[in-house]
C-alpha cells in the first residue's frame, strides 16, 4: 500500500483538527483513507464519486471489520470527499495537483506490473492524468456492466448465490490481474496468463483453479457473447485425491454430547440423515413427515429434491422441538413480525405464505432480521457460521484427534452405511449425488472385505447359497 501525496496528507489532517477528532486517531483515518484509495483503483471505481463508498464498506464487511471500524473509515472517506468539495489550497493549485495525482497513479499502475511508459505517452503530467481518467471511466462502466451481465445471466439459470458470489470473486482478480483492462478487450491469452498465474505465483489448489476456468469460461460464453477460443499450454494446478475425514460412531457420539441445544439437534440429523448443512438449517416444518418417517429435502445442490429416512431413536427430540417452533411462531404473529424469508417469488404469489406454520424455519434464528426495503422484520433461520463454530468447539472438547467439521458428519454416514453393506448406488441416491463416481469416494473410507482373488462361481460351494 503506497503512502498519499505529502499536499494530500497535510490538508487531510488539517480537515481532521477541524472536525475535532482526536489526534491520536489521525494515523488510523490516514490508513481508511489509504484502504479506500487502493480499493478504488484495484477495482476501477471513481476514488472522488460517493457512489464508491458502499462498495468499499461491503467490502470492509466481507474482510470481517467490525462495525465500529466500518463507521470510522466511512467517516475517513466522508471527510475525503469534503476535502475535494472544498475551496482549500489542495483544489486552487490545479498543476501542483495534477503532478501528485499522476505520480500516485503511476506508482499504483507500475505496482501491479504494467509497464512504466504506459501512461508516458502524453506530453506533460496533466495531460497524462486526463488520458488515465478516461481510460478508467470507461473501463469502469465496462466492468460495472460485466459484473451486472453476470448477476443477470446466473439468476436466470436459477444458479445458486453462492454460485454467483465465487464467479464474482473470480472476475475481481481477473480485473486486478489485468489492470482493468476493458472486458471486451479481453482474449484467451488473458485467461492463460492469469490461470498460469494462479498455478505458478500463487499456487492454488486444482480445484480453485478449476473453479476460476469455469466462471472465466461463463464470462466468456455468456456475459461477453465471445469465443473462449484454445487455452493451450496452460500450467493446471495438479490434481490430488481427496480422502474425507471420517469420524467412528463413537466420536460422533462423543461430539453431539458436547453441543448444546439446539445444535446438539443439528448434529444429530446431519449425521443421522447425510445433510449437507446448508440443507439442515434451511428445513422448513413442512419437510418433516413424523407419520411415515420420512423427512424430504427441497433444492439440495443442483436444486434436486430427494427424501431419507428419519432416524426413530430422535424423533421424540424432533418433535419436542417442534413444538418451542410452534411457540415461538406464536409468538412473531402477536408481535411485529411479517413472517419468515420465503424462496424466490413465492412472498408476492401467496402473500399469506410467510406466516403459515408448514412454511416456518425447523432451526430458527433468535433474532428477527430488520428488511429496509420493506420496513418489517421477518425471521431467518440460524447462521451456518454459528452451527460450524458450535461444532468446532464440540470437537475440541471431545479431544479428537481429526480435522473434522459439521461436513464431516456427512461423510461418516456415508462410510457408515457402506460399512453396514448397503448398496452403492442406494447411498448414492440418499446422498443425492448427480453420479455414483462421487459416491465412490467412501470406498476409500472403510476397511474392505472384497475378495481380491478370482474364482469361478462353479467353483462356490452350493450348500453356502443361499
Known sequence: MLPLPQRMKEQFLNLLKEKAIPQAEHSLYIKWL?????????????????????????????????????????????????????????????EAVRQDETAYAYEQQKSCGEPSDAIAGSSSPGERALTAAVSSKSAQAGWTACIQGLSNEIKVRHYSPKTLKSYSTWIFKLRHFTSSKDPQL?????????????????????????????????????????????VDGVVRAKQRPYIPVVLSRQEVDAVIRNLKYPYDLVGKLLYGCGLRLSECLSLRVQNFNFDAGVLTIHDG???????????????????????????????????????????GSLDKKYKNAAKELVWQWFFPAKALTYVPEAKEFRRYHLHPTHAQKAIKKAVCKAQIAKRASAHTFRHSYASHLLQANYDIRTIQEMLGHSSVKTTMIYTHTIRTTTLKDAKSPLDFDPSSSS
Do not use: M
Not at 426413530?312 to 415461538?328: C, F
Open 34 to 94: 489509504r484502504y479506500y484509495l487502493d480499493f478504488c483503483h484495484k477495482y476501477g471505481f471513481a476514488r472522488s464519486h460517493s457512489e464508491s463508498l458502499p462498495h468499499f464498506l461491503d467490502k470492509l464487511k466481507q474482510k470481517r471489520q467490525s462495525e465500529a471500524q466500518r463507521r470510522q473509515a466511512s467517516v475517513a472517506v466522508t471527510a475525503w470527499y469534503e476535502l475535494l468539495r472544498s475551496g482549500q489550497s489542495y483544489l486552487k493549485e490545479p
Open 186 to 230: 479481453l482474449s484467451s491469452s488473458d485467461v492463460k496468463e492469469f490461470l498460469t498465474f494462479l498455478a505458478v505465483e500463487q499456487k492454488v489448489s486444482a480445484s480453485s483453479q478449476n473453479q476460476a476456468f469455469n466462471a472465466l469460461l461463463f464470462l466468456f460464453r455468456h456475459v461477453l457473447k465471445k469465443d473462449f477460443g484454445p
Open 301 to 343: 445442490k443442483g436444486k434436486k429434491d430427494r427424501t431419507v429416512p428419519l432416524p426413530q431413536s430422535i424423533t421424540p427430540d424432533l418433535e419436542a422441538h417442534l413444538r418451542r417452533v410452534k411457540n415461538l411462531h406464536r409468538l412473531d404473529l402477536a408481535g411485529d413480525c411479517a413472517g419468515v424469508f420465503l424462496p
